[in-house]
């Protein structure tokens, strides 16, 4: 069964620093895209960013210059490097893994979600 799991989450105070890893349990997805959400109490989910197999990356505004998002292919493995937390940054954060029919990744994959909380 395909399987992402995530780790890495917790309680920091702001200005802290945590790092979020997602595990895919197959080698397929070290050929796809790969995605970070979050969601926040009372908000909808919203994406944070994303990295091509090739290791091109997005971030959303609020993030650029305090996350890193990164993979190592041969761990099957995907990384969240968050830096300069802020409260606003409090959510459950998801890895998520897109459809891609051409590598045959017939729907989304979703991983458990982790908590992060931000203190002020």
């Known amino acids: 069964q395909v399987q992402l799991v995530e780790s890495g989450g917790g309680l920091v105070q702001s200005g802290g620093s945590l790092r979020l890893s997602c595990a895919a349990s197959r080698s397929i997805f070290s050929s796809n895209a790969m995605r970070w959400y979050r969601q926040a109490p009372g908000k909808q989910r919203e994406l944070v960013t994303s990295i091509t197999s090739g290791g091109l990356t997005n971030y959303t505004d609020s993030v650029k210059g305090r996350f890193t998002i990164s993979r190592d292919s041969a761990k099957n493995t995907v990384y969240l490097q968050m830096n300069s937390l802020k409260p606003e940054d409090t959510a459950v954060y998801y890895c998520?893994?897109?459809?891609?029919?051409?590598?045959?990744?017939?729907?989304?994959?979703w991983g458990q979600g982790t908590q992060v909380t931000v203190s002020s």
């Open positions: 998520n893994s897109p459809r891609n029919l051409r590598l045959g990744i017939r729907r989304d994959y």
